[in-house]
Nanobody, 127 residues
Framework: QVQVVESGGGLVQAGGSLRLSCTAS????????MAWFRQAPGKEREWVSC????????VYVDSVKGRFTISRDSAENTLYLLMNRLKPEDTAMYYC????????????????????WGQGTQVTVSS
């Protein structure tokens, strides 16, 4: 049975940092494209970042470029999202997702490409 579990969220002041973790069981994250999405109250779920099966070529939504870094530790089977210089508009529930991609160096920004989802971890940034 596949499980994806996020952790590391919390309350932080604007300008601060958090590192989110996503631990998977029942699948090897190296075999999947992995992504982070977020959803703020009253808004649609938004793609934040993804990393391909190759582990390279991370991609980011423009609003987090230069502030967020996605990475993975294959030995720990864990995906990370390091978030620096946080802003109040980053406040949201953050979700980790895994999806199959035929292309080794590609990951998608589309929700429908991801099969396995965690329950989310809340990030709140105060001004």
């Amino acid at each position: 049975q596949v499980q994806v579990v996020e952790s590391g969220g919390g309350l932080v002041q604007a300008g601060g940092s958090l590192r989110l973790s996503c631990t998977a069981s029942g699948l090897n994250i190296g075999d999947y494209a992995m992504a982070w999405f977020r959803q703020a109250p009253g808004k649609e779920r938004e793609w934040v970042s993804c990393i391909s099966r190759s582990g390279g070529n991370p991609v980011y939504v423009d609003s987090v470029k230069g502030r967020f870094t996605i990475s993975r530790d294959s030995a720990e089977n864990t995906l990370y999202l390091l978030m620096n210089r946080l802003k109040p508009e980053d406040t949201a529930m953050y979700y980790c997702a895994a999806g199959s991609e035929d292309t080794f160096y590609y990951c998608s920004a589309s929700r429908v490409r991801y099969t396995y989802w965690g329950q989310g971890t809340q990030v709140t940034v105060s001004s």
